[in-house]
């Protein structure tokens, strides 16, 4: 972890914490990114990092005119939600490292071998999560693990997918703690499912190198809202 990722991460934790005891609360304006260097007494590229982490995080979000925005949703009753156990925060890391591993090169092959058949359960998977997800405001937790699992089934590797089905009680336990605030996050639920659709055009359009890509992004993202909640976390 470098120097600069520590003070970002440090930055957005305290902000995030500002955000949670209300001296932001939902719907105000953050201070612009000169007001903040100034109070956190750093340069401007930790500033833009961390708000951009909280913005992947969907603590906050960016209006038409500038400025950062804290999430109407965010609340007190949010914050209580977040709670996860040293055991788990082991758990999840330790699926992640695995997930960085095998997730994008499963695009990157997925791009390759799909079938027809299995680019439409793809898409018929991501109907759900966007009625889900978007329309119903859930975490989607199923349709995301289906997503994820019919990427794998594509790629025609029996190694890929055995590995998958030795995990699935671990990626259904990390992935229950991990979306659960995503419930209370519009902004965030929306960029899920716009990072699971980019993942599937690159898919479709059998481009291995913009899937590999895609699915990198998304991973990370997550990453970043975990390292946000999780004190233990780090990427």
């Given at each position: 972890?470098?120097?600069?990722?520590?003070?970002?991460?440090?930055?957005?934790?305290?902000?995030?914490?500002?955000?949670?005891?209300g001296h932001f609360p939902p719907g105000s304006k953050l201070p612009t990114e000169k007001e903040l260097t100034a109070f956190f007494s750093?340069?401007?590229?930790?500033?833009?990092?961390?708000?951009?982490?909280?913005?992947?995080?969907?603590f906050i979000n960016s209006r038409q005119g500038g400025g950062s925005y804290v999430e109407e949703t965010t609340n007190s009753t949010f914050?209580?939600?977040?709670?996860?156990?040293?055991?788990?925060?082991?758990?999840?890391?330790?699926?992640?490292?695995?997930?960085?591993?095998?997730?994008?090169?499963?695009?990157?092959?997925?791009?390759?071998?799909?079938?027809?058949?299995?680019?439409?359960?793809?898409?018929?998977?991501?109907?759900?999560?966007?009625?889900?997800?978007?329309?119903?405001?859930?975490?989607?937790?199923?349709?995301?693990?289906?997503?994820?699992?019919?990427?794998?089934?594509?790629?025609?590797?029996?190694?890929?997918?055995?590995?998958?089905?030795?995990?699935?009680?671990?990626?259904?336990?990390?992935?229950?703690?991990?979306?659960?605030?995503?419930?209370?996050?519009?902004?965030?639920?929306?960029?899920?499912?716009?990072?699971?659709?980019s993942i599937l055009l690159a898919i479709e359009s059998e481009e291995p190198d913009l899937a590999k890509l895609q699915c990198q992004i998304?991973?990370?993202?997550?990453?970043?809202?975990?390292?946000?909640?999780?004190?233990?976390?780090?990427?």
């Open positions: 972890m470098s120097q600069k990722e520590s003070v970002s991460r440090t930055i957005a934790r305290k902000l995030l914490n500002m955000i949670e005891t750093v340069s401007r590229a930790p500033i833009r990092e961390a708000l951009s982490m909280l913005r992947a995080a969907g914050f209580q939600h977040m709670h996860v156990e040293n055991d788990d925060v082991e758990t999840i890391k330790h699926l992640f490292e695995m997930r960085k591993v095998l997730e994008p090169e499963a695009a990157y092959l997925a791009a390759l071998r799909r079938t027809p058949e299995q680019l439409n359960k793809m898409k018929q998977i991501l109907m759900i999560m966007e009625e889900e997800s978007i329309g119903q405001g859930t975490s989607a937790m199923k349709a995301d693990i289906d997503f994820h699992s019919s990427i794998i089934r594509a790629t025609h590797n029996p190694i890929m997918i055995q590995t998958l089905e030795s995990l699935s009680s671990l990626y259904e336990k990390a992935l229950n703690i991990t979306l659960r605030p995503n419930e209370q996050l519009t902004l965030k639920r929306k960029t899920v499912y716009h990072e699971h659709q998304h991973l990370r993202n997550a990453e970043k809202k975990l390292s946000l909640f999780l004190q233990d976390y780090s990427v």
